[in-house]
């Protein structure tokens, strides 16, 4: 089991920049392929970017692709997500999750296998 925990959300002006964090637990992190998600209020959860186990592939929804960097330290047991040039419509709760499978370009709720709880970013205009 992997327990997730993200920080690093906060109020930013449009044009901004935040860098998130999620921190797992246990030592098989490196078994995982990561993603970012996040959920506008009333919207559904939506896709955002997804690294691989090694971290050497990465994958981005095309509404943050050239803004945001999804990254991650096997070491630290740590993936990231940089967003730079925010906007407001980057508003929402942002959560990342794990996903057992090492295939490619996942980006359903439905194809990770644990969430962490969730934290908020806000832009303002």
């Known amino acids: 089991q992997v327990q997730l925990v993200e920080s690093g959300g906060g109020l930013e002006q449009a044009g901004g920049s935040l860098r998130l964090s999620c921190a797992a637990s246990?030592?098989?992190?490196?078994?995982?392929?990561m993603g970012w998600f996040r959920q506008a209020p009333g919207k559904e959860r939506e896709f955002v970017a997804r690294?691989?186990?090694?971290?050497?592939?990465?994958y981005y929804a095309n509404s943050v692709k050239g803004r945001f960097t999804i990254s991650r330290d096997n070491a630290k047991n740590t993936v990231y997500l940089q967003m730079n040039s925010l906007k407001p419509e980057d508003t929402a709760v942002y959560y990342c999750a794990a996903d057992a499978s090492p295939y490619s370009g996942r980006v359903r709720t439905d194809d990770y296998d644990y969430w962490g709880q969730g934290t908020q970013v806000t832009v303002s205009s």
């Open positions: 690294i691989s186990r090694p971290g050497g592939s990465t």
């Open positions: 246990g030592r098989t992190f490196g078994s995982y392929a």
